[in-house]
């Protein structure tokens, strides 16, 4: 089974352009796709910067389900941004939380009905590894060019814990550029 794939950052952070989605032949098997599901949180993010309000589909080429994560309301992430990942508009798969406590080292945890997986961003190395509860790589990527900018490389070591919609937009969310 495949398990490298990439895409291209965006140059701009709040870009509605869709993200191709890359296997290791370089052939596109889906997309991601940036929206707002009011014109409130579309104010809020692209213009006032208060407040994280992106919301995300995958859209993978062959199938019907659409995989999308969503921001939590204003009250409910005050304190840690928190996204919750859907399948096909009702079926929660897990809840993604930003646990950085300084910007310049991301790390996040990804919350599933089974485990916790644990984020974390290496800047200074452009490398980001998901792993589960006993420690075990889940997934590794990388990007190349300057810092949230150019492609970025993902390498799938455990494929059957999380579908691959799940690792795509987490790994997304771990690289694109925050306030």
């Not at 140059?11 to 997309?31: T, Y």
């Not at 389900?65 to 840690?80: C, G, M, N």
Request: aromatic fraction near 8%.
């Amino acid at each position: 089974m495949n398990n490298h794939y990439s895409f291209t950052l965006p140059k701009l952070r709040r870009s509605i352009k869709p993200i191709q989605i890359r296997d290791s032949s370089n052939s596109d098997i889906g997309r991601l796709q940036l929206y707002y599901k009011t014109k409130v949180d579309e104010l809020f993010d692209r213009h006032l910067s208060l407040i994280d309000k992106s919301n995300y589909q995958c859209i993978l080429a062959g199938q019907k389900d659409i995989i999308e994560l969503r921001a939590k309301s204003v009250r409910k992430t005050l304190f840690k941004q928190r996204w919750t990942i859907h399948k096909d508009n009702n079926k929660k798969l897990g809840t993604l939380i930003n646990e950085s406590k300084i910007k310049l080292h991301p790390k996040y945890s990804y919350v599933t009905e089974n485990q916790t997986f644990t984020i974390i961003s290496d800047l200074g190395s452009k490398t980001i590894e998901m792993t589960n509860e006993a420690g075990e790589q889940v997934v590794t990527s990388s990007y190349d060019g300057a810092i949230f900018l150019g492609d970025a490389q993902l390498i799938i070591h455990k494929q059957d814990l999380l579908i691959l919609e799940e690792i795509l937009l987490i790994t997304f969310i771990s690289v694109k550029p925050m306030d």
